[in-house]
């Protein structure tokens, strides 16, 4: 037994609310006379979620009508090996890991509805998964991880739209992704750090504007660019 798999094995089986975990009493026990689990390694009664999500795993088929058990992490667990079908219901669910899981794997029908989520980490996994004709509605997202996101998705046609967010991580982005025609804008941005990324893809009046730019290491940067292109010309 390796060390991660003796440290697993070190924490006390201990049922989810607390108690003791009664094999008897389950209403699983039939599957551990079969052997097809057993308390400690494989079990749906666990607090510990590696042994839920152990115990469902042998037995996919009873993750369906796990989603409604009263402790989360059997929900979010039972959620990734559910049908597609009945992970509607878990779209309002009152745990954020739950609804995180949910959003993980929604068909893209549904999967907008979670685009106002209240926990951040569930909107972010929406800006991952939503189809790319559906992201602008999320361009103006409070939190700036949600909008990064977005901005390394977006078509490109629609990328001036975030030339201005109030983030300096999104501005860069924007600036990694923007067609060299249309950098103009960045170049002149306030902060350096997104000049000095718009001077590592600009051409023409932009490079040669950047080239005299007031930050040292972004002129460097555009020196760099400038040689780069030369080095294809002549290459």
Do not use: K
Not at 5 to 18: C, L, N, T, Y
């Amino acid at each position: 037994m390796n060390a991660p798999e003796r440290a697993w094995s070190d924490i006390p089986a201990r049922r989810w609310d607390g108690q003791a975990i009664d094999c008897a009493a389950c209403p699983h026990s039939t599957l551990h006379a079969a052997g097809g689990c057993e308390p400690g390694h494989a079990c749906l009664q666990d607090a510990y979620a590696r042994r839920i999500d152990r115990f469902l795993r042998r037995h996919p088929g009873l993750a369906n009508g796990s989603l409604g058990h009263p402790y989360f992490e059997v929900r979010a667990i039972a959620a990734r090996h559910a049908d597609v079908f009945h992970l509607p219901a878990l779209m309002a669910d009152p745990d954020e890991t739950v609804r995180l899981q949910a959003a993980s794997r929604l068909p893209q029908r549904l999967l907008g509805r979670l685009r106002d989520d209240p926990q951040r980490e569930v909107r972010i996994r929406v800006a991952q998964r939503l189809a790319e004709a559906e992201l602008p509605t999320l361009m103006h997202d409070p939190d700036y991880e949600v909008r990064a996101t977005v901005a390394r998705r977006l078509p490109e046609a629609l990328l001036p739209l975030m030339m201005g967010d109030a983030d300096l991580q999104v501005r860069r982005i924007v600036a990694e992704r923007l067609p060299a025609a249309l950098l103009e804008p960045l170049a002149r941005d306030e902060d350096w750090l997104v000049r000095h990324t718009a001077a590592g893809r600009a051409v023409g009046e932009v490079l040669q504007r950047l080239l005299l730019d007031a930050e040292p290491l972004v002129r460097e940067r555009a020196a760099e660019r400038l040689r780069e292109l030369e080095g294809r010309r002549h290459g």
